[in-house]
Each structure stands twice: as C-alpha cells, then as structure tokens.
C-alpha cells in the first residue's frame, strides 16, 4: 500500500471528524472496506478517486442519507457518535453536505426554503430567529456573493437551475447556514472556469481557524483554487494514498492506474 | 320498484308532509312530484358492477340510514366558525346552518352592489322567473337519485343573481353548517346562481361540519353562466369526520363565457364531489383545479364530467391529491368531445402524494373524443414523498415534520396558486396543514 505519512497526530488542534475503520455499503453490498481519517479544525482534506470508488458515499453515510448502511467502524463529529444521530441533527450540529446532484424541490420555494433552515440551525446554536428584513438582507448578501440574482428566492429549490447554478446556489447555503464541517461532494464538476472561480472564493471564503473541509472531487482543477492541506485517494472503498497538495499533482499527471495496481499488489502480499 | 323498503317508505312519508305544509307555485310542486317519483324508482346508486359512476363508491350506510330533521336550534360556535373558515368583514356571505337561513350569521349585498342574494326560502312560496327558467335544469334528475332527492326536498338554499353587465366588487361567500346533534340528520342545501351576460362574480362556498356524528348533506348546486361571463369559483368541503356529503355542482357556460373552479375537499366517511360542466357555447373556457385531502379512513370521491358540446372551448382539470392513513380517494374525470367540438382544447391531470402504504387512491382520467380536430391530454400519477427530496431538506437541518409540511405544501401549491384571493389562500395553506394530523405532532 504506497502511504505517505504524514504527522496529523502532531497536530494539535481539535479532530472535527474521525472515521475509524469505516464499512458501509447499499442492500448488503459494500462499498466503503475500511476507512479511517482524521480531520481537524482549520484543515482542508481533498478525496479523490476514480468514478464508483465511494466518493459519495462517504459524504453522504456522514451526513446521514438513509439508503446506506453502515456495518463496521465509528465516527465521531467533534467527539460525539456521529452515527447515531439523525440527519438533520447532524445538520444542526454544524455538518453541510454539498450535494453532487442537488435535488429538486417541485413547489418549494428557495425563500421558504433557506428561511427553514436557517431558523433551524439558529434555533439550535441559540440564536434568535431573524427578522424578515435581516434575513432578506443576508439572503441577498450570500446570493450575491454567489453571483446569483435575487430572483432566485421566488424560484421552486434546484428546479430550473442550470448545472453551474445548482453549484453555486448549494455554496450559496454553505455560506448562509455557516456549519462546522463542510462536505463538498463534486461541487466543481460541470463547471466551466469562471463558475469554477466564483465556487472556489466561496469555499476559500468558508475556510477558516473553525472551520473543516472535505472536499471530493475528481479532478485536481479546483486544487489550484481551493488549496488542500491533505490530500487523500480513495479507490475501491479504501483510502490507498494520503499526502500533501502534490499526491495532487501526481495524479493529474499519472492517473489513478498506478495507484489501483499498487493497492492491489499490496494486498496481494 | 315495486317494493320499497322502509327507508324509502320514510322519504315519501316526510314527502308527503312536506308538501302539505309549502304553498309552492304549481309548477314547483310539479317538479318535486316527479322528482321524489325519479327517487324512489331510482333508489340510492350502488357500487355494483356496471354503475361505473359509483364504482368505488358505497353509498350502502346512506341508504340503510333513517334520517331525521336537522336540530331546530343548534348551539353555535361562531369562534369556530371564523377561525376555520375565510371568514372577510369585506365579504358578502349568506350563512345557512342544518340547511336553514340564519340572517344574524348573514351580511347580504345591499341594494347596488350589483347582486342580489336571495334565500330560497324566502322566494319559494312565491315563485320566481328566474326560479321556474333555471331551476333542475342544469341538475337533472332523471338519471340521478341525489340530484332526484334534493329537487324534492330542499327547503333553503341561495338564489344569487348578477344582472347584465354587473360586477359585483365584493366575493360572496355561502356558508352551509352541518351542526352537532344527537342524532343522524340530513339537511338539502341548493344553490342557483344566476350570471347575467357579460357579468362575473366571485363566489365562495363552503360546506363546515361541527359534530363527530353521522348527517347526511345533500348538495345541489346550479350556475348559470350567460354569454360573455365569468365566474371565480371556490369550493371548500370540510365535513365532519362522520358525514355523508353528496355535492353536485352543475356549471352551464353560454358562448364566451369562463369559469375558474378551486376546490379544496377533506374527506369524511363518504364524500363526493360531483362536478359537471357544459361548455354548450362557442369561445368558452373551465378551469376546475382541485386539491383533497383524506386521513384516517375517510373516503372521497371526485367525480368530474366536462362535456365540449361546441367548439373552440378550453378546458382544464387539474387535480391532486394527498392521502394518508387507510383512505381511499377516487378521481373520475371524464372530459368528453362531442362531434361537431372541433377545435376543442382540453387537459385534464390527477396527481397523488401517497403519506401511508395503506391509502388508495383510484385514478381514472378519461377523454372520449368524437370530433377529430382537437388537442386533447391526460394523465395520472401517484407517489410516495420522494425520498432523495427529503433528505435534501434534512441535510439543511430542517426536521422531518417541518419538511414533510413544505414538500406537502410544495405539492399542493399548483392547485393553491390558482387562488386570487389572497386570505382564502392563506386559509387553505393552514386547512391543509391542519387537515394532516402527521403534520401536527411538532412545531
Ligand atoms: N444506490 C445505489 N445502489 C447500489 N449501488 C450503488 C448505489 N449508489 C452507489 N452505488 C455503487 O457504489 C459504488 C460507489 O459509488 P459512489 O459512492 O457514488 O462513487 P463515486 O462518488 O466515487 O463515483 C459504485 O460502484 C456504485 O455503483
Ligand atoms: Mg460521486
């Protein structure tokens, strides 16, 4: 198994997340074989991998989607069982998933919406709600941030959106809702170069010394935009390689092959 | 029928001493005569095979059910009444209560404002014009024993006439209360509305039940729409949990004129909508846009016909459902083009949000077309709350109810929207929260 080690217990900040051990699977299958990572506050870690390597099924057993199931491993978020609470607990708790399809919502609109979840998440961190005028005035400061007219609000969530525009609308609401643990599931790809910019600032503007990011992606493009602190390979449901910003590199200039056989003749032994 | 079982001996009993107490113009006596003989040689439709209008309907508890009188003086929650309903000091609103005329609950148009409201039993014993030209004669009751039991028997109702050209400014509101009682009853309201040409309204009516017990209402209701009019229309059926309610709406639509129907329908224990439509002018246009809502084991049962009899007329039915617990919805709509409608325009679409596995819903849009140059569509779906969607929404911190509540809302807006009134829309946003009792568990 090629590892480039890298001291994250030498770090002494607070692990926002850790999977140990991590099996879970759809319908009995197995997808993820053993996952174990470490996040801490103020990183950025970047999953890559080839198509159907569990990508998305990482963020989202993380995040709670239903479908999965997990049969081995733990989870913590900031210390407590991440497993055991429900979704939009996890949510209120600070975890974003920025969906690689976002879903259509027929008849929902976007105001409505982001006005539900963000009373949710203020409710739970003790907050007041906000008054209309205020959260007009941050919906729009967000949307616009974005690059998106306020003509969205009145629109049906996601229905209608371009590709670029359900991008930039879910780091729209990764601004807006302001969590803990953002996980960005693709969010770069089907982007053209300025929409890739207008979501890297957004990200870049999330980053900070309280805040985590798990960025999956496919490509390394966006990693000349959103800097990664680690960088980790995820093929056939295992983590095969982990290291600095040029494990990156390597791959954009050697592909995923060189890995897949090496993890394979690493089990092999 | 040459036997006619008890309960049939009891509605020609009361018949009987009905008539004896009405002075009612002869050709109203007449009427009733023959429609009380079109009853009982009818009797209550079943739910056997070949009855295709009452296929998933058992009307079978209304007809073993002896009815009495509606309770003279019934108590009166009106707090209940203006927090369920859209109740607009604004609003003209005629209220009737176990089919009776109640003035002190009522706030009629005043003399010029362009539409006179009536009580029917105010002009029955004198007879009227507009009374003897129109009355039965877009609901017919030859073929019909509801249509059949109420010409025979109703007593009160609303006769609202816009005379040409007029524009009444203010919606009018008719109010049918179903109120508490000891025991099961039955009450007849009818209405005939009558739209002078190149007139419109904007109408409400509403069918609230307070009690938990068995009553049977008997809905007939008849609008005449003359050349170049318009009608806004909204049905609200809020029956109590334990009702029968037989509604029959009649829309007959002259040359260019227009009709747009909301109907916002809970269930009961038997509920029908039964709504036709005949586009029997030229360059007329029906939208009927219907949301139900059914819980527990209630039943209702939407039955639509609109007949294209002329050409170059639109027509739209939209429908959607949400059903949870062990109900049972049906929608039937019919949309038929006669030969000759060329030109004929006409949708029609029934869709489902199924909340629970043990609901039903029985979806059968239909089109029988005999006229070869139209544009004609339908369609049918019924789904469970789609899984991906809510997710989504739980993703966002949102908790279940409250996303189920929005997803519902969601589904129900393209029904809501068609609303122009803006409080009876947030009425029925709240109706519709309240009417789940899924919904109602947090927040
Ligand atoms: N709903 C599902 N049912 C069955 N298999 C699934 C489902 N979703 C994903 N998979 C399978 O799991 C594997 C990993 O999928 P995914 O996590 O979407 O990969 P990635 O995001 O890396 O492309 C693939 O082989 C995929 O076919
Ligand atoms: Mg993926």
Request: glycine share 10%; charged share 25%; net charge negative.
């Given at each position: 198994m090629v590892r480039r080690e890298t001291d994250m217990a030498e770090n002494k900040r607070e692990p926002v997340l850790v999977l140990r051990g991590l099996r879970a699977g759809i319908g009995g299958v197995e997808i993820l074989r053993g996952v174990d990572l470490t996040v801490h506050l103020g990183e950025v870690h970047a999953i890559m991998g080839p198509n159907g390597s569990g990508k998305s099924t990482l963020v989202n057993v993380l995040a709670g989607k239903p479908d999965y199931e997990v049969y081995a491993g733990e989870v913590y978020y900031r210390g407590r069982d991440l497993l055991s609470m429900p979704p939009d607990e996890r949510a209120r708790e600070g975890v974003f998933l920025a969906f690689q399809y976002p879903v259509e919502l027929p008849g929902v609109r976007l105001r409505e919406f982001l006005r539900a979840a963000l009373d949710a998440v203020r409710e739970h961190r003790g907050l007041e709600k906000l008054a209309v005028r205020d959260f007009n005035r941050l919906v729009q400061e967000k949307l616009r941030e974005m690059g998106m007219d306020a003509e969205f609000l009145k629109r049906n969530v996601n229905e209608g959106f371009s590709g670029g525009e359900k991008k930039r609308h879910e780091i729209m609401q990764l601004l807006l809702l302001d969590p803990t643990l953002a996980l960005l599931d693709e969010t770069d790809s089907g982007l053209d170069i300025d929409a890739l910019k207008v979501v890297a600032q957004g990200i870049n503007r999330f980053r900070g010394p309280d805040k985590a990011v798990v960025l999956v992606t496919h490509y390394q493009r966006i990693l000349n935009y959103v800097q990664p602190d680690y960088v980790h390979v995820l093929i056939d449901g295992r983590i095969v390689a982990s290291g600095g910003r040029e494990l990156a590199q390597e791959l954009e200039a050697k592909g995923y092959e060189w890995l897949r056989q090496a993890a394979e003749a690493g089990r092999r032994d | 029928m040459t036997q006619a079982p008890p309960v049939y001996e009891t509605y020609a009993r009361r018949f009987r001493e009905l008539e004896a107490g009405r002075s009612e113009p002869d050709w109203l006596r007449e009427l009733r005569r023959e429609a009380l003989g079109r009853f009982l040689d009818l009797g209550f439709p079943t739910a056997r095979r070949g009855n295709e209008p009452w296929k998933y309907t058992d009307v079978g508890p209304v007809a073993r059910t002896v009815f009495g009188p509606p309770p003279a003086r019934p108590p009166l929650p009106l707090e209940r009444l203006r927090r369920t309903l859209p109740w607009r000091p604004t609003w003209r609103r005629a209220v009737f209560v176990g089919g009776r005329y109640r003035p002190e609950l009522s706030h009629l148009p005043a003399a010029g404002e362009e539409v006179t409201v009536l009580p029917l039993s105010r002009v029955l014993s004198q007879g009227d014009d507009l009374l003897e030209r129109h009355l039965a004669r877009y609901a017919t009751y030859q073929d019909d024993a509801f249509a059949a039991l109420n010409t025979a028997f109703f007593s009160d109702g609303a006769l609202v006439v816009v005379p040409d050209g007029a524009e009444p400014e203010r919606p009018l509101h008719l109010v049918f209360v179903s109120p508490e009682s000891e025991g099961p009853y039955v009450h007849y309201p009818r209405v005939l509305v009558v739209l002078g040409r190149q007139s419109r309204l904007c109408l409400v009516e509403s069918y609230?039940?307070?009690?938990?017990?068995?009553?049977?209402?008997?809905?007939?209701?008849?609008?005449?729409?003359?050349?170049?009019?318009?009608?806004?229309?909204?049905?609200?059926?809020?029956?109590?949990?334990?009702?029968?309610?037989?509604?029959?709406?009649?829309?007959?639509?002259?040359?260019?004129?227009?009709?747009?129907?909301?109907?916002?329908?809970?269930?009961?224990?038997?509920?029908?909508?039964?709504?036709?439509?005949?586009?029997?002018?030229?360059?007329?246009?029906?939208?009927?846009?219907?949301?139900?809502?059914?819980?527990?084991?209630?039943?209702?049962?939407?039955?639509?016909?609109?007949?294209?009899?002329?050409?170059?007329?639109?027509?739209?039915?939209?429908?959607?459902?949400?059903?949870?617990?062990?109900?049972?919805a049906i929608f039937g709509g019919t949309v038929y083009v006669r030969p000759g409608a060329q030109k004929t325009d006409a949708e029609q679409e029934d869709k489902n949000l199924l909340l629970s596995r043990e609901a039903e819903v029985d979806s059968k849009p239909a089109l029988e077309i005999y006229a070869d140059d139209v544009k004609c569509g339908h369609g049918a779906a019924a789904g469970a709350v789609a899984e991906e969607a809510l997710f989504y929404m739980l993703s966002r911190g949102i908790g279940p109810v409250l996303a189920q509540t929005l997803l519902i809302k969601g589904f129900a807006s393209s029904v809501l929207d068609e609303v122009r009134l803006p409080a009876l829309r947030t009425q029925l946003d709240r109706l519709l929260v309240d009417s789940l009792p899924r919904l109602r568990t947090e927040e």
């Amino acid at each position: 198994m090629v590892r480039r080690e890298t001291d994250m217990a030498e770090n002494k900040r607070e692990p926002v997340l850790v999977l140990r051990g991590l099996r879970a699977g759809i319908g009995g299958v197995e997808i993820l074989r053993g996952v174990d990572l470490t996040v801490h506050l103020g990183e950025v870690h970047a999953i890559m991998g080839p198509n159907g390597s569990g990508k998305s099924t990482l963020v989202n057993v993380l995040a709670g989607k239903p479908d999965y199931e997990v049969y081995a491993g733990e989870v913590y978020y900031r210390g407590r069982d991440l497993l055991s609470m429900p979704p939009d607990e996890r949510a209120r708790e600070g975890v974003f998933l920025a969906f690689q399809y976002p879903v259509e919502l027929p008849g929902v609109r976007l105001r409505e919406f982001l006005r539900a979840a963000l009373d949710a998440v203020r409710e739970h961190r003790g907050l007041e709600k906000l008054a209309v005028r205020d959260f007009n005035r941050l919906v729009q400061e967000k949307l616009r941030e974005m690059g998106m007219d306020a003509e969205f609000l009145k629109r049906n969530v996601n229905e209608g959106f371009s590709g670029g525009e359900k991008k930039r609308h879910e780091i729209m609401q990764l601004l807006l809702l302001d969590p803990t643990l953002a996980l960005l599931d693709e969010t770069d790809s089907g982007l053209d170069i300025d929409a890739l910019k207008v979501v890297a600032q957004g990200i870049n503007r999330f980053r900070g010394p309280d805040k985590a990011v798990v960025l999956v992606t496919h490509y390394q493009r966006i990693l000349n935009y959103v800097q990664p602190d680690y960088v980790h390979v995820l093929i056939d449901g295992r983590i095969v390689a982990s290291g600095g910003r040029e494990l990156a590199q390597e791959l954009e200039a050697k592909g995923y092959e060189w890995l897949r056989q090496a993890a394979e003749a690493g089990r092999r032994d | 029928m040459t036997q006619a079982p008890p309960v049939y001996e009891t509605y020609a009993r009361r018949f009987r001493e009905l008539e004896a107490g009405r002075s009612e113009p002869d050709w109203l006596r007449e009427l009733r005569r023959e429609a009380l003989g079109r009853f009982l040689d009818l009797g209550f439709p079943t739910a056997r095979r070949g009855n295709e209008p009452w296929k998933y309907t058992d009307v079978g508890p209304v007809a073993r059910t002896v009815f009495g009188p509606p309770p003279a003086r019934p108590p009166l929650p009106l707090e209940r009444l203006r927090r369920t309903l859209p109740w607009r000091p604004t609003w003209r609103r005629a209220v009737f209560v176990g089919g009776r005329y109640r003035p002190e609950l009522s706030h009629l148009p005043a003399a010029g404002e362009e539409v006179t409201v009536l009580p029917l039993s105010r002009v029955l014993s004198q007879g009227d014009d507009l009374l003897e030209r129109h009355l039965a004669r877009y609901a017919t009751y030859q073929d019909d024993a509801f249509a059949a039991l109420n010409t025979a028997f109703f007593s009160d109702g609303a006769l609202v006439v816009v005379p040409d050209g007029a524009e009444p400014e203010r919606p009018l509101h008719l109010v049918f209360v179903s109120p508490e009682s000891e025991g099961p009853y039955v009450h007849y309201p009818r209405v005939l509305v009558v739209l002078g040409r190149q007139s419109r309204l904007c109408l409400v009516e509403s069918y609230l039940g307070l009690g938990d017990g068995p009553y049977l209402t008997s809905a007939v209701r008849e609008f005449y729409l003359g050349e170049g009019a318009a009608l806004e229309h909204y049905h609200l059926l809020l029956e109590g949990e334990a009702a029968y309610h037989v509604g029959q709406a009649r829309f007959y639509q002259e040359r260019d004129t227009s009709l747009r129907s909301v109907f916002f329908g809970r269930g009961c224990a038997i509920g029908r909508n039964d709504v036709r439509v005949d586009l029997d002018g030229p360059g007329s246009e029906a939208y009927l846009h219907g949301l139900y809502v059914t819980t527990g084991r209630q039943h209702l049962d939407n039955y639509i016909n609109i007949d294209h009899i002329k050409p170059h007329c639109t027509s739209r039915l939209f429908y959607r459902g949400v059903l949870d617990g062990e109900s049972h919805a049906i929608f039937g709509g019919t949309v038929y083009v006669r030969p000759g409608a060329q030109k004929t325009d006409a949708e029609q679409e029934d869709k489902n949000l199924l909340l629970s596995r043990e609901a039903e819903v029985d979806s059968k849009p239909a089109l029988e077309i005999y006229a070869d140059d139209v544009k004609c569509g339908h369609g049918a779906a019924a789904g469970a709350v789609a899984e991906e969607a809510l997710f989504y929404m739980l993703s966002r911190g949102i908790g279940p109810v409250l996303a189920q509540t929005l997803l519902i809302k969601g589904f129900a807006s393209s029904v809501l929207d068609e609303v122009r009134l803006p409080a009876l829309r947030t009425q029925l946003d709240r109706l519709l929260v309240d009417s789940l009792p899924r919904l109602r568990t947090e927040e």
